[in-house]
């Protein structure tokens, strides 16, 4: 190409070489690692943690709440006379030896019995004279809030 200027001298233009017009692209990860953090901390703070065991149990209602921090015994019948100690199925026969066991390891433990609603009630008591045998003192059944 050829061009004039004012003192009609010739002024030539030099094409680039467009091997060094290429483009650049970073991807930047901080704002992406930001994005998933705070995802994760939404689905952590909005999520809620109930800690019962896994067994299909269906509470009885009630109306007292009450709750205390210690270390706990979960024991759990179903409807149909199923046991779990601390979501473990265990067979009636092993109950006490298995109880005795985790109450010597812990001090002071509470018993809290999750029993289905339509369990037998001379089944509750088995569960609370065994936990009275093995020396401990605190005992309570898990109930769920009015609707």
């Known amino acids: 190409m050829r061009f004039s200027n004012e003192s009609n001298s010739p002024v030539y233009f030099q094409r680039r070489r467009t091997d060094s017009l290429k483009l650049k692209s970073n991807l930047e990860l901080t704002p992406l690692v930001n ?57 009636w026969d092993k109950f006490p030896e298995s109880l005795n066991e985790i109450v010597l390891k812990l001090q002071n433990p509470l018993l809290i019995i999750n029993a289905d609603e339509k369990s037998m009630h001379g089944k509750v008591i088995k569960i609370m004279d065994v936990a009275k045998e093995t020396g401990i003192e605190n005992i309570v059944i898990a109930t769920q809030p009015p609707e």
């Open 35 to 91: 994005v998933v953090f705070l995802l994760l901390l939404f689905l952590i703070v909005s999520s809620t943690f109930i800690q019962r065991p896994g067994v299909k149990i269906e509470l009885p209602t009630s109306s007292s709440i009450w709750g205390e921090e210690r270390e706990s015994i979960y024991v759990s019948l179903t409807y149909d006379d199923i046991l779990f100690l601390n979501e473990k199925r265990i067979n």
